[in-house]
């Protein structure tokens, strides 16, 4: 067993889809949470000065996506072909951007603001919703017939749009969407993690 150590800020963020991914896998890390009066000083000595990094027996990865697929491969979630593997990227691109969207609002300048929010809450977000609901199995899957990280980071990506108050079309309208919910939410490591995590928002 290699000796894993998982480093972000206190909160989801970029950093969640990945504590979600190592929790479906059954996978034993250190979850480092650190404090923003922590980063200056630690900052010079990561790899690109940014947050998260996964550390695999002294290796170090950033950029949340690149760790991402690594664990993905390691929990076998990840699709099984070089094919399946694309598609599952495809997704968490996709379920990201979401979040990137909505993240972008909060460094906007203030009287921009609401008009940005409502553009994604309005036009961007269900449109990209509909887009992904086509693209999920009526069994609630968006590559094969079972769990992997794509329908692990539409489910986290959303809850996390959630939490920046931003109002997200419920899935209920979703059918596709709100199986993959459910297939990621009752995933028994998944459900461990949900109802053990530190209680986070954004
Ligand atoms: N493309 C990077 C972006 C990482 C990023 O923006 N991290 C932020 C936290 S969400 C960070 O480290 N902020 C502190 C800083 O840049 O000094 C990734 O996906 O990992």
């Known amino acids: 067993m290699p000796s894993i150590k998982y480093t972000y800020f206190d909160g989801r963020g970029l950093g969640e889809v990945n504590r979600v991914i190592l929790a479906a896998g059954g996978i034993k890390y250190e979850d480092v949470r650190l404090h923003e009066s922590k980063w200056s000083g630690m900052k010079p000595t990561t790899p690109m000065g940014e947050l998260p990094l996964l550390e695999v027996d002294g290796t170090t990865i950033c950029q949340s996506n690149s760790i991402a697929r690594y664990i993905a491969r390691e929990a076998g979630l990840a699709g099984k072909s070089s094919l399946e593997q694309a ?14 969207k909505a993240a972008q609002i909060f460094i906007l300048p203030e009287a921009e603001k609401a008009v940005r929010k409502k553009k994604l809450e309005e036009k961007e977000a269900p449109e990209l919703l509909e887009y992904l609901n086509k693209l999920a199995s009526g069994k609630g899957y968006f590559v094969g017939d079972q769990l992997t990280a794509a329908d692990i980071a539409l489910y986290v990506n959303y809850e996390s749009v959630g939490s920046l108050t931003i109002a997200l079309p419920s899935l209920d309208k979703y059918p596709n969407l709100k199986k993959v919910a459910d297939n990621v939410k009752t995933n028994p490591g998944i459900a461990n993690w949900l109802k053990e995590r530190p209680v986070t928002t954004y």
Do not use: C
């Open 87 to 100: 598609k599952v990227d495809m997704i968490m691109e996709g379920a990201r951007s979401l979040f990137d």
